[in-house]
C-alpha cells in the first residue's frame, strides 16, 4: 500500500499549536507531542543510519533502544520518542556536517 | 547523607513508595519519564483526549487506582522525574537531569527499573514502520496515535492480542494477529496457566474477540520477511501449515514477550543466574526481593510477572527495607509473597505458552540484521565465531563484530545474540554467557559533564 | 595428568605472549602459550589503542621504532588487518612551560630520527579547525598510529598458531618448577608441559611467577579507563593528547571518539575488576569538551577498563632472569606496551634462540630491582591511588627524592 505518513492520529490534542521544521519543511504539531510523534505523523522517517545510511523511524518508543535520534540546530541530539517538541526546533536526519 | 531511593516509577516503584511512606518514610523515587506509571499502565498527556477507561478494558480499574495512589502520594515522596541514572558507584547513583550531571547517595536503593519488549531479529525488521509491540501500545496512549495504518501483529505474547483490540477500538485496521508459537504448544502450558485462571479467561476473551472482529489470527507461524521500499509494506510468513502467506501493511508490532531491564541492577552488583524458562539471565534475589545487602529489585526489572506482581513486588521489597531497617514484622508482606510467587508462576506457564522462538533465530539467514545500531548481521557474528581462536561467549563476541556495542549497548539484539553464540558452539543459551552491564546505562552528552575548569 | 613437550612455553597471552610466540616459531620453535582466559583479554585488547612514537621514554626509541616498522607491516606479517591507522600524533601545550616541554621532547624525537611539525597558535587553528583555542601550540608527529586492540591480540595469535605454536585459552597456570636444565608447568586441569625456556609475560599476575623463580619486581594492578562516543561526522583525524594528560583521544573511522580516563584507577587483579568511577567519566568528558568544543554535545554510550601491571620507575620489565637460566621476563608494561608489542616479541625471541643481548633491551633488566626501586616522579601523577599494592614503593618514601625522572610524558596506549 502507498501511503507517506507512517502514524495515524486517532486521539486529538487540546495544546497550543507549534511549528518547528525538519529538514527544511515545517510541520505543525501540538504542544505535549513527542518529536518521533510529530514527524511520523507527518513522514517516514526520523534520520538516517550512520552504517549504509538507510531510513529510520525509531523502534521501541520508549526510549531504551535509542534509534530515533535527531539533531537539532543547536549541535545537540534529542531522543525523539522522549522529548516533546517546543515552538522553533530546527531538526535534521543527519549531524550537520562540522563546522570549524 | 543518604535516603531510601527508588527507581522507576511503574506500578511497583509506586507500590514500594506507599508502604516506605505508610511507615514514617519519605523516599526519594526517581523516573526517567515525564509522568508516572511505567510503561504498561503509562499515562496519556493531560490534554491527550483519550478514553483510558475504554482503552485500558478490564485494567481500566487498576489502572486508575494506580494514578489515584501516586497523586495521593504528593508531597509525602521527594519525586524526581525526567531523571536519568546513568551509573552506580557504591551507593552513589549518578543522575542526569536537566541535561546536567549530579549525584545522589542510597541507601538503601530500590530498583524498578521495568521491561520492554525482547525481539527476535528477522529480514527487514529495521525497516521504518516496524515498532515493538509495547512501542505500538505507547504510541497510542502516550501520543494518541496508531504506529500505521493496517498493522500487523507479529510475535509470540499475549499482548499482542491485547494491543490488537486496542488498535481495532481506536478505528485502526489489524491485518493480521501471527504468533510463533504452535496451538499445541500453548495447550501443554495451560495448567502452569491455571494459576491465575481470571487473567487465562481474559486472554482467551481476546481470542475470541479477535476471531469476532474477522482478523487472521495464526500460531505456529515461522516470520519470512517485512518487505518494503523504505518502509513496510507487507509482512510475509509462513503457516502452520507451511503455506507461505503475505499480508499487506505499512506497519509491523514485534514483540515476544519481555525483558527486564537489567543494566542498573548489574552496575549495582546483583548476581544473575540463567532461567530456562524464559531463557533469559535474571538477577538473584530472595523472596522478597533482596539482591545484596542494601539493594532490592522489584517489578518486571527483575523477573517478568506483569503489572499485578510488579505492584506486589514492589510493595513486598518495601516491607523487606523496613525489616532491614529495624523495624518489626508486618504481617501484610505474608499474603504479598504468596501472591507474587502465584503470579510469577503463572508468567512462568506465559513464558512456555508464548515461547522464545529459539529454533526460528538459530536457522535465520546470515544476511539478517541482528545488531541495529551498528548493524551487525548474524553471518559477521556466526563468521568471527568459525574462525581460528574465535570467540565462544556473548561479550567476547561483542568486542570482535561490535554487535551489541552500540548506543542501545546490547538491549535490543541481546537475547537473539545469546542464541546465535549459543547454536555456533552447540550449547544452550546460559552457555553463551550474559553481555555485561556498562555505564552509561544511556548514552549522556558531554556537556552535562559542565564546563572545563580554564 | 598427561605431559607434553616444547621449547619454550609461554604464560600469559597478551600482546606481548602472542607476539613472542610468533617470531620464535618463525625461528622454528616449538612454542606452547598458556593463557589464564582468552587472548588479549586484558589491557592488550581494552587499551586504547595508541602507536604513539613522539613523547616517549628516551631509552625505548630503538625499540619503539623497530615495532612501528612491524605495525606497519601487520597486514603482511600476521595475514589479517587490526584497522591500524597511520594517524599521526597531535601533542597539545595549554601554556608556555608546557610549550618547552613538548620543545624538548620534539627534540629528543628528532634525535631518533622522527619528523616534528611544530604548530603555534593561529597556524595551529587553521591546521585543526576542530581544535578549540586552549591549546595555544601542539607538536605533530604524521608517523604516529593507531590500531584496533580488540582485534589485534587473536589476529597475532592466530598467525602464531598457523606457524604452529600450540595456543591454550583457559589454561591457568597453577605451578612452575625447575626440571633439569629446563621447567615443568603445570596447569588447573592437572596437565604437565615440560619446556626448555620459559616466558613469563602474565601482566599484572607476573610478578607470582618471578617470586617462584627466587626474584620480585614491585608490580601492582590499574585499569586505564577508557570511554567511546556514538559515531560522528569524521573530522578528528590525528590521535590527540595534552601534555597535561588530561585528554587523551582519538576518533576511529567509524566515526566513535575514543577517549582514555587519566590519572589511572587501581584494579583489583585478584577480583580481575577494573572499574570505571563515573567521576572519571566526567572529568574525561569536561576535558574533551573544552578542547574540542564542537564535540560538546557528543555522547557517551559506553566505559571501560582492563588490567594492567605497572612498576614504580614506569617503564616494563624485559629480559632474563637474574636468578633463573632459561626464565625470560616481559611483564610490567606500565600502559605503554601496545605500541612496542611487536619489538618485544622480536628482541626476545632472540634473546631466547641465539642468546642474543640486544641493545634495544637494555633498559629494562629486572636487576634494577635488586636494590631499591627507583620511583619515577612521574609516578604521583598516573595513578590515583600511588603506593597502592604491598610492594609498590611509595613515593614519598626517601628514594623518591633521589630518583632520576624515566619518563618523559604520560605515556598511554
Known sequence: ?100 | MSSIVIVGAGPAGIAAAEVLCAHGYRPVLIDEAERAGGQGYRQPAPDLALDMRHLMGSEAGRYNALHRRFSALAGRIDYRPRTLVWAVEGDTLHLLREGRAETIEAAPLLLATGAMDRIAPMPGWTLPGVFTLGGAQVALKDQGCLIGRRVAFLGSSPLLLLAARQYRQMGGEVTVVADTTGLAAKARALPGLLASPLTLLRGLGYMADTLRAGTPLLHGVTPVAIEGDGHVQSLRLRDAAGRERRFACDAVALGYGLKPETQLADLAGASFTYDPDFRLFLPKTDGFGRARPGLYLAGDGATIGGADAAEASGALAAHAILSDLGAPADAAAIPLARRVARLRKFQRGLARAFAWPVAQIRAQADSTVLCRCESVTIGAVRAAMAQALGPVEVNRVKAMTRCGMGRCQGRVCGPALQEIVAAGTARDGAAAGRLRGQAPVKPIALSAAGEAAP | MSSASADVAIIGGGLIGTWTAFFLARRGQRVVLLEKDVVGAQSSGTNFGNLRLQGRFPGQYPLALRSHDLWEDFEALIGEGCEFARTGHLYCAFDAEEQARLEAYAQVSEQHGLTIERLVQPDLHKRFPWLGGRAVAATFSARDATANPRLATPAVARAARRLGVEIRENARVTAVARHGAGFVVTTADGTELGCGALVNAAGAWAVEMAECFGETAPVFAAGPPQFVTEPLPFVMAPSLQTIDGSVIARQTERGNVILAGYPRTAADAVANRAPVPPAKTLAAMRALAGLVPALAHAHVIRVWSGIEGYLPDMIPVIGRSETTPGLFHAFGFCGHGFQIGPGVGLYLSDMIVDGAKPAALEPFSIARFRTAATVSDKFHKEFDHPGMGAQATSPQSGQSKAAQPTIDSPGRE
Not at chain 1, 511549528?19 to 534520520?47: K, M
Open chain 1, 1 to 100: 500500500m502507498v501511503t507517506d505518513i507512517q502514524f495515524k492520529r486517532v486521539a486529538e490534542r487540546s495544546g497550543a499549536r507549534v511549528t518547528l521544521n525538519f529538514e527544511g519543511s515545517a510541520i505543525e504539531a501540538t504542544s505535549g507531542d513527542s518529536i518521533l510523534a510529530a514527524l511520523l505523523t507527518h513522514g517516514l522517517r526520523v534520520r538516517r543510519h550512520e552504517f549504509g545510511g538507510e531510513p529510520r523511524a525509531g523502534f521501541c518508543l520508549m526510549g531504551a533502544c535509542q534509534d530515533c535520534w535527531v539533531w537539532s540546530d543547536h549541535g545537540g541530539r534529542l531522543r525523539a520518542c522522549t522529548t516533546p517538541v517546543a515552538e522553533g526546533m530546527t531538526l535534521f536526519a543527519q549531524p550537520p556536517a562540522p563546522s570549524p
